[in-house]
């Protein structure tokens, strides 16, 4: 089963309401030692985000609220979301987190750091869950050779079906810390061998 942001996220981040005043915003992300955080309604749904960004933007403190201060319709992702998606959009959005929202609701945070945690297993755990991902798929076959190295899985051996390749590569790719994966399985039987039909044939 892929990976997913639900995972690895931090859940119940701390968040504020848009009435909270700058010095107090101010205040909670130096004694939390965050650099943004995120703002709610009375329903818990997220509106907003305050950065240490919008706290240094010029403005004079006096009077003002994070209703003011936070930058509207932050970058959100749900529970589901697998990691390489999270991780392309942190990439493409260039930000350094992404809430997690549940029917519009804060349930969680997922940061930079967390999605790079994934990819610093050891090579044997990796190779562990990738053997135990193989006996689920395979359970009645000779087993497929497996090795890792700094995150790289080699896959070695014979299936019977070619179609049952792309299952295993997907799976694999799902094991946490999985970097690439190196495909050398043969196969048996091409089930996905289709007779050509020749085209423009009129």
Do not use: K
């Amino acid at each position: 089963m892929t990976a997913t942001v639900r995972s690895v996220m931090t859940r119940c981040p701390i968040s504020i309401r848009p009435g909270v005043p700058f010095a107090t915003v101010a205040a909670i992300l130096s004694r939390n030692r965050i650099s943004a955080v995120p703002v709610v309604d009375r329903e818990d749904v997220l509106i907003g985000v305050v950065s240490e960004a919008d706290l240094l933007g010029g403005r004079d403190g006096a009077g003002v609220t994070a209703r003011e201060l936070m930058s509207r319709q932050p970058r959100t992702v749900t529970g589901d979301t697998t990691l390489p998606a999270a991780a392309r959009l942190l990439a493409d959005a260039g930000v350094r987190r992404l809430y997690v929202t549940e029917h519009g609701r804060l349930a969680g945070v997922v940061s930079r750091r967390d999605l790079l945690t994934t990819y610093l297993r050891d090579d044997d755990a990796i190779r562990e869950d990738v053997e135990r991902v193989l006996a689920d798929l395979l359970p009645a076959q000779r087993p497929v050779g497996v090795s890792v190295r700094d995150g790289v899985v080699l896959l070695l051996g014979r299936v019977e079906w070619h179609s049952t390749r792309a299952v295993i590569d997907e799976r694999v790719r799902a094991v946490p810390g999985v970097v690439e994966v190196l495909d050398r399985l043969g196969y048996i039987v091409d089930d996905g061998a289709r007779p050509r039909v020749a085209e423009n044939v009129r």
